[in-house]
């Protein structure tokens, strides 16, 4: 039984273009949520998506924006890319308990 | 803003010592979670205490939610170079789900030297 897998693994953009982050969640998830975690911080939460729209919302600007397809896998869109936007994109999935999280997505912006 | 502060922030020890990490925050959780995160690698969940001074133990590490359910602390008896990583605290709202929104801290990067 796979676990949280994103993709990829590693990115780099420079600043104002955008980005497009890949998530499938663990088998038989339902839930997937997105985690901001910029180096030596601990991860702050964008948003969630269950049955194909957004549930909740973190305190990001509207740049961030995500989408869940009927197979319960996720996309994380970042436009106009800035500088402080470098970090450790993490995903975590949940059916009716707990979050797993996935490796995450190491994005640079240059 | 519900926001939990973590302390210390580095912990260096050597092998075989104690050490306690806490987590503390002036708002009420409903449940505080704790996960330990290694490099290149995502949160693996510790443990989840709900109950006001609840006390859990998992081998060589206990955890202890306050009787307020405002703060938290996880203590390691005898730390081995293997618990090395970096220790954060989550909490959930009151109202919340525990698949719902986390609340992290800026967690603890804990070294132990063998």
């Known amino acids: 039984d796979a676990g949280v897998t994103q993709s990829p693994t590693h990115l780099i953009k420079t600043r104002g273009q955008q980005v497009t982050l890949r998530c499938s969640p663990k088998?038989?998830?339902?839930?997937v949520s997105w985690y901001q975690q910029a180096l030596g911080q601990g991860p702050q939460f964008i948003f969630q998506?269950?049955?194909?729209?957004?549930?909740q919302r973190g305190n990001f600007p509207d740049r961030f924006s995500g989408h869940q397809f009927p197979n319960y896998s996720s996309e994380l869109n970042v436009n106009a890319l800035l500088l402080g936007d470098s970090a450790l994109y993490l995903c975590?999935?949940?059916?009716?308990?707990?979050?797993?999280f996935g490796p995450g997505t190491r994005l640079l912006v240059l | 803003t519900q926001l939990l502060e973590q302390s210390p922030q580095f912990l260096s020890i050597q092998e075989g010592e104690n050490l306690t990490v806490y987590c503390n925050s002036s708002?009420?959780?409903?449940?505080l979670q704790w996960y330990r995160q290694e490099p290149g690698e995502g949160p693996v969940l510790l443990v989840t205490?709900?109950?006001?001074?609840e006390v859990k133990k998992l081998k060589r590490l206990t955890f202890q939610f306050g009787d307020a359910r405002k703060d938290s602390s996880l203590h390691i008896t005898a730390a081995q170079p293997g618990d090395t990583g970096l220790y954060l605290c989550?909490?959930?709202?009151?109202?919340?789900?525990?698949?719902?929104?986390?609340?992290f801290g800026q967690g603890t990067i804990l070294t132990v030297h063998p």
């Open positions: 975590a999935s949940s059916g009716a308990g707990t979050q797993y």
């Open positions: 088998s038989g998830h339902d839930t």
């Open positions: 998506y269950y049955e194909e729209e957004e549930r």
């Open positions: 708002s009420v959780f409903s449940s």
């Open positions: 205490v709900v109950t006001g001074g």
């Open positions: 989550a909490g959930v709202k009151v109202g919340g789900t525990s698949y719902g929104k986390l609340t």
